[in-house]
């Protein structure tokens, strides 16, 4: 279990970018989607610095 949040950020690091991609390969991009997959890419970029910090 620890081994899964210290890893949490990194993965939701992960869907943020297959958020990001599938619409690119497929070819439907809107702001929308990018809002989103830079909310969730961000959101596991700041939340894996924080859970790390606490996890030391």
Known sequence: ???LMKNLGAI???IGVIILAVPAITG???NTILITGLA???????G???IN????
């Open 28 to 30: 439907g991009i809107t």
């Open 53 to 56: 910090k606490r996890m030391e």
């Open 48 to 50: 894996h610095i924080v």
């Open 12 to 14: 939701v690091l992960l």
């Open 40 to 46: 969730v890419i961000l959101l596991g970029y700041i």
């Open 1 to 3: 279990m620890n081994e």
